[in-house]
């Protein structure tokens, strides 16, 4: 049975743009809060079961990138820089005391920019299924470029439709893989509009180096991985380690990019041992 659960978007004004957020659970439960962030072309959706699980004790906010979801979608360069800044405002806005940072697909890259950048703002950060430490030969790859093309071409909708169900697994039943693409990835997808979307991948892609905010980020974290080898050329976790020495790694079991929502259950268990026991991790 895929979830139900359902919130109303909170508006924080910031230089005249909406950026939309959703709470759940109380400000006086458990420590610490939690702040999810969505991916590219996503919303909060996507973190439905994660919201559901962790609100039962302790304070959940989910954003909307600027851009996507319910937030503001102004004409303007989306970068990860202002990605992470809008976070961090938020989360002050908030008064949201040392949050864990979570974040799927590319909101994991946007969670690393925000732990770099703001390494006063939380206590801990986990990436689930990111494209982070791109090796640079990445950035020349012919097929890369030319899908990057397409999203700021005229077939952008049904490239990007293509691309999100890709990603999914294919180890579920048909029929629960189509419901949650055409639930929770669709259409968030096709709510953001191509100048977000084009403009927010080509410039994390092409212009950004995670480097220095990997290399700034102190606070413990986590890297959880999709069980499908689409996204591991993307990547190259053995970097990040050697910049984040505390960085811990798992993958969950027969389960594509998606993961959040098709085995929430194993997403659900892995924050919680972070939460537990990766917190306290030290390192000399």
């Known amino acids: 049975m895929l979830d139900t659960f359902t919130l109303e978007p909170i508006f924080l004004v910031r230089d005249g743009v909406r950026l939309a957020h959703f709470e759940a659970g109380s400000a006086f439960g458990v420590k610490p809060p939690l702040v999810l962030i969505n991916g590219w072309t996503g919303d909060h959706g996507i973190f439905s079961p994660q919201i559901a699980h962790f609100s039962r004790n302790r304070h959940v906010v989910a954003v ?19 990605f992470a800044d809008d976070i961090a405002w938020q989360c002050r806005q908030l008064r949201l005391e040392k949050p864990v940072i979570i974040g799927h697909s590319f909101g994991g890259a946007v969670a690393l920019e925000l732990s770099g950048r703001h390494p006063d703002l939380p206590s801990g950060m986990v990436m689930i299924d990111s494209i982070v430490m791109s090796p640079p030969a990445l950035k020349d790859d012919e097929r890369l470029r030319s899908f990057v093309d397409q999203i700021g071409g005229p077939d952008y909708l049904a490239v990007t ?32 509009p191509q100048h ?24 413990p974290m986590a890297y959880i991985s999709a069980d499908v080898p689409l996204t591991n050329m993307a990547r190259d976790l053995d970097r990040l380690q050697e910049l984040c020495p505390q960085l811990v790694v798992a993958k969950t079991l027969l389960a ?14 892995m924050l919680d041992r972070f939460l537990a026991v990766g917190l306290k991790r030290t390192f000399s």
């Open 161 to 192: 439709r293509a691309s999100a169900w890709d990603l999914g697994g294919d180890f579920d039943d048909p029929a629960r893989r189509q419901a949650i693409y055409d639930r929770y990835i669709l259409p968030p997808c096709e709510k953001t």
């Open 256 to 269: 594509g990019h998606f993961s959040t929502i098709e085995v929430s259950q194993q997403i659900n268990a």
């Open 196 to 219: 977000v979307a084009y403009s927010a991948l080509k410039n994390s892609l092409f212009q950004y180096d995670p480097t220095p905010a990997a290399k700034a980020c102190t606070v």
């Open 64 to 82: 909307n990138l600027r851009g996507h979801g319910a937030s503001d979608q102004p004409e303007q360069e989306y970068t990860m820089a202002n």
